[in-house]
């Protein structure tokens, strides 16, 4: 008697909106979900230039991307790594909470606002000038803006006290996600 396969991976399709009109999709294997997180997977991600914080590469083209999307939550978090598969940092990328549609299909919108966490340093907000250009220009409504700006704060004052990231996101590495895919033999 021969062993059955491992059914694949789900995958979701994220339509992800950058005001005003900016729609980008993804497509990512969730290697884990509970009522705490959803676990999904970026490979070897292609970025027009490499991401430099503090004169260091952050994300380049080739780099690996674990997410962790929070069901309720404006924010999401990505363990980031080099095309090497060092990992850089922590990142979060602040939204609207992500909208579960039926098949997989997950909505949500960038509100500019992001906080970087590089283990051992202080915790940085970014494109602050990015959200008061998407204000200036009315992408944004003024509540959105000040909802994010609440969210961002709230991470910094965790992230500075050592609250955060929460416990999942330290349990879930590259290797660990690679791992699972591995045992599933899903890369696509």
């Known amino acids: 008697m021969t062993a059955e396969p491992d059914p694949p991976l789900p995958h979701v399709t994220i339509h992800y909106l950058r005001p005003p009109d900016h729609l980008q999709t993804f497509r990512q294997p969730?290697?884990?979900?509970?009522?705490?997180?959803?676990?999904?997977?970026?490979?070897?991600?292609?970025?027009?230039?490499?991401?430099e914080l503090d004169g260091e590469v952050a994300l380049e083209t080739g780099s690996d991307i674990v997410w962790f999307t929070f069901p309720g939550i404006w924010h999401d978090i990505g363990r980031f790594h080099d095309a090497r598969g060092a990992f850089t940092g922590f990142y979060a990328n602040l939204?609207?909470?992500?909208?579960?549609?039926?098949?997989?299909?997950?909505?949500?919108?960038?509100l500019f606002l992001d906080v970087w966490l590089k283990p051992g340093r202080a915790p940085r907000l970014l494109d602050e000038d990015e959200l008061q250009a998407a204000?200036?220009?009315?992408?944004?409504?003024?509540?959105?803006?000040?909802?994010?700006?609440?969210?961002?704060?709230?991470?910094?004052?965790?992230?500075?006290?050592?609250?955060?990231?929460p416990p999942v996101v330290h349990e879930w590495t590259r290797e660990r996600a690679l791992g699972v895919l591995d045992d599933m033999g899903n890369w696509e």
């Not at 969730?30 to 991401?51: C, D, G, K, L, Y």
């Not at 909470?97 to 299909?105: A, D, K, Q, S, T």
């Open 95 to 110: 939204l609207t909470p992500v909208e579960m549609l039926p098949g997989n299909i997950w909505r949500t919108t960038d």
């Open 30 to 51: 969730i290697i884990h979900q509970s009522p705490e997180a959803i676990v999904t997977f970026s490979r070897s991600i292609r970025v027009p230039s490499p991401m």
């Open 135 to 165: 204000l200036d220009a009315d992408a944004l409504e003024s509540g959105t803006a000040r909802r994010a700006r609440e969210e961002a704060e709230g991470i910094l004052e965790r992230a500075g006290a050592g609250a955060w990231p």
